[in-house]
């Protein structure tokens, strides 16, 4: 009697969208999962009646141990293989259903804990939460919007096989260079119109769905709020538009450059900063022009981001969006108003709405850890007041700061950024470094079909 008064309980205070989804159907199954070091989810499923929403949970501390191809690395970790298990606490804030499940299935995005009660420096989750809480004490709160772009695509059961854009309800192959265009969205409404309804089923709300450059290229943008929630959102919908593609017998990919010759998927983000105590914008003066605050986000933007690169663009596939003919993926971080060659752009907007759009993250990243370090960088700009580079007042291809051009330069910038790894945790910085160290080292020993056609008989 005791447990379903628990069970009661804890599944009459469920969100609204999950009690719809429901329907008055008992739950079937509980999936307690955590993002990993990827941005995957990670953990355990289990019977409702073995769900208890103030029971703990435990994993092994070695899931951030390994790269995304599923390799443990070694690293300077004292005791590492013993593996000591870390506690999954349920974010009952985060419940959401499972639509693409035979049975009725909810998910709950779990913190991590240490043993002893602390939040795991490790977890991506916390990571972000450490920087929110650094503008909490200036009293300041984070706004942020990101855009989703991703590429439907026919199976690819083969991976020596180039991928191929996915043949659409008129029976043709998916044309690139379509953006924007409605007949381009048609093509994939079946998809789309899975990727909605499982979305009002998980209570997540889209913005805008339109066509982007690539053939079968996609992008969602979602509504401003809280970084942690929109985080937790891109977390779920990553997972929902690969189910609601493999529905319909095709793939979705989040790759950042899945298709040679068509343009890279980004997660563009929109930045801005509230006054706790006023509830107003602080890049806006109250005559609307541009404060103090506006000018120096940027300035730490341009000066941090390019240190924490590895975090926006975190594969060696990464770097083959973000090149200088890189069709709407600039290669730079100056910035300019309303002007797409800049890696940061001003959008053309109310003063109330002024914001700064991060262009360079690719979609490929972690959420967690993209917001987290393109936040760190604005922050450090503002409380340091570091000045940018003047606006741009051209289209910029060339520039006298490029991005470095592969993960492992990359990765040695953030080596050297001492400031803001203390901002993002030391150790997290070094167990990320290591993985992706390691992650590149994997790449090198591999043999490409280009270097297989052109180099096996011809040199």
């Known amino acids: 009697m005791a447990r379903e008064k628990t069970q009661s309980k804890w599944q009459d205070s469920l969100p609204e969208a999950f009690k719809q989804y429901r329907g008055g159907r008992p739950i079937q199954e509980v999936e307690c999962v ?52 870390v506690v999954l606490r349920p974010d009952m804030a985060t419940v959401a259903a499972v639509p693409w499940a035979e049975d009725v299935t909810l ?76 007949a381009a969205v048609d093509e994939y409404s079946a998809v789309i119109d899975t990727i909605y309804d499982y979305a009002e089923a998980q209570g997540l709300k889209i913005e805008t769905i339109i066509q982007e450059g690539g053939a079968g290229q996609i992008e969602i943008n979602l509504s401003h709020g809280d970084p942690l929630d929109l985080a937790d959102q891109v977390f779920y919908f990553k997972r929902a538009i690969r189910e609601a593609a493999h529905k319909h017998g095709i793939y979705a990919t989040f790759m950042a450059k899945p298709i040679r010759d068509e343009p890279g998927s980004a997660m563009h983000l929109h930045q801005s900063i509230i006054d706790i105590e006023t509830g107003e914008n602080i890049f806006s003066n109250p005559d609307g022009s541009e404060t103090d605050d506006f000018t120096h986000f940027i300035g730490g933007s341009q ?80 409380v340091n007041n570091i000045k940018p580079r003047p606006a741009a007042q051209k289209e910029v291809w060339e520039c006298e700061h490029p991005l470095p051009t592969s993960l492992s330069l990359a990765l040695n910038l953030l080596d050297e950024a001492d400031e803001i790894k203390q901002l993002l945790g030391e150790e997290f910085c070094q167990l990320f470094c290591d993985i992706k160290r390691a992650e590149n080292d994997e790449y090198q020993k591999e043999i490409s079909p280009w270097e297989r056609e052109h180099l096996l008989l011809n040199v």
């Not at 070695?62 to 599923?70: D, L, P, R």
């Open 107 to 182: 998910q709950v995005i779990c913190d991590i804990e240490t043993r002893d009660g602390e939040p795991l420096v490790l977890a991506p989750r916390n990571v972000l939460r450490r920087v929110i809480d650094l503008y909490a004490q200036k009293g300041w709160r984070p706004v942020v919007a990101p855009e989703l772009e991703f590429y439907l695509t026919k199976p690819n059961i083969d991976p020596n096989q180039p991928i191929e854009p996915p043949i659409g309800r008129t029976g043709r192959t998916g044309a690139s260079r379509q953006v924007y265009s409605m």
């Open 34 to 85: 955590i993002p990993d070091l990827v941005g995957i989810s990670r953990g355990k499923a289990m019977p409702s009646y073995k769900f208890n929403p103030d029971s703990e949970f435990y994993l092994p501390i070695s899931i951030f141990y390994q790269t995304v191809s599923g390799i443990y690395v070694d690293m300077e970790i004292a005791n590492q293989w013993m593996e000591p298990d």
């Open 303 to 382: 000066k941090h981001l390019m240190q924490v690169i590895p975090l926006l663009a975190p594969y060696v596939n990464s770097y083959r969006r973000i090149t200088v003919e890189g069709q709407s993926a600039p290669a730079n971080l100056e910035w300019a108003a309303d002007n797409r060659t800049t890696g940061l752009r001003i959008p053309y907007s109310p003063p109330s709405a002024r914001r700064v759009e991060n262009r360079v993250s690719g979609m490929d990243c972690n959420p967690y850890l993209a917001i987290a370090a393109s936040l760190a960088c604005g922050y450090l700009g503002m």
